[in-house]
């Protein structure tokens, strides 16, 4: 009897390791049938394509280094997401509920804006102001910030990065600011060491990531 009891403390607790390392395994999108790791790029300007073509290419980047990454961009100048009123998210537009909730569902976030009177958009401002406090807890976020002038570069730390932070976003050391000097008339970016910035910030956002599983 003693002996049939360890024998079956031993199979339950060879049962529980494999579960953990099931877990762990699936967390870190090993094994087949786990969940995939969603990273979302919300670009913040309502004209142009600058932002957008940042925001992308870190999307594309990250989706290089991992590829069983999905990602997908969220560009505000195909939504219509009405501006805070203090009511509860069910009473807005579906654009904006479906914007505010691909912004929740997601592990990895990239947001991107033109610079604007030396801060963000307000387009993205107020989609921010749609979460509620710590929305953005367990999620890695990054910024890429486009402007005409390369004394905008500290504006993604001075004024979007404390947002984030404040909603327990966990943000990227590096931020990527592109210059419009750095697109050519096809606004495609031709400065190579942008391409460089945007790799090693859609490698830092996997790691952040993934360190916290």
């Known amino acids: 009897m003693i002996a049939a009891g360890n024998l079956l403390a031993e199979c339950v607790q060879a049962v529980c390791v494999m579960m953990n390392k099931s877990r762990l395994l699936r967390r870190k999108n090993l094994i087949p049938g786990s969940e995939t790791m969603k990273c979302l790029g919300v670009s913040g300007s309502l004209t142009g394509e ?3 073509i940042g925001v992308y290419e870190v999307l594309m980047a990250a ?13 505000l100048k195909d939504y219509e997401v009405e501006f805070v009123k203090g009511f509860p998210l069910s009473y807005y537009n579906d654009d904006t509920i479906t914007a505010v909730n691909l912004l ?8 991107g804006s033109p610079v604007y009177q030396a801060s963000i958009t307000g387009a993205l401002k107020n989609l921010l102001d749609h979460l509620q406090r710590d929305a953005l807890q367990s999620k890695a976020a990054g910024i890429v910030m486009n402007g005409g002038s390369d004394k905008h570069f500290l504006v993604a730390e001075y004024q979007l990065k404390p947002v984030l932070t404040f909603l327990k976003a966990t943000c990227a050391v590096r931020n990527v600011f592109i210059h419009d000097d750095d697109f050519n008339e096809e606004n495609e970016i031709i400065h190579p060491d942008i391409h460089e910035r945007i790799r090693r910030l859609a490698r830092e956002l996997l790691q952040l990531k993934n360190g916290m599983a």
């Open 50 to 52: 600058k932002t957008s």
């Open 63 to 75: 989706k290089a280094e991992n590829p069983a990454l999905e990602v997908e961009l969220l560009d």
């Open 104 to 111: 929740l569902d997601a592990d990895i976030l990239v947001f």
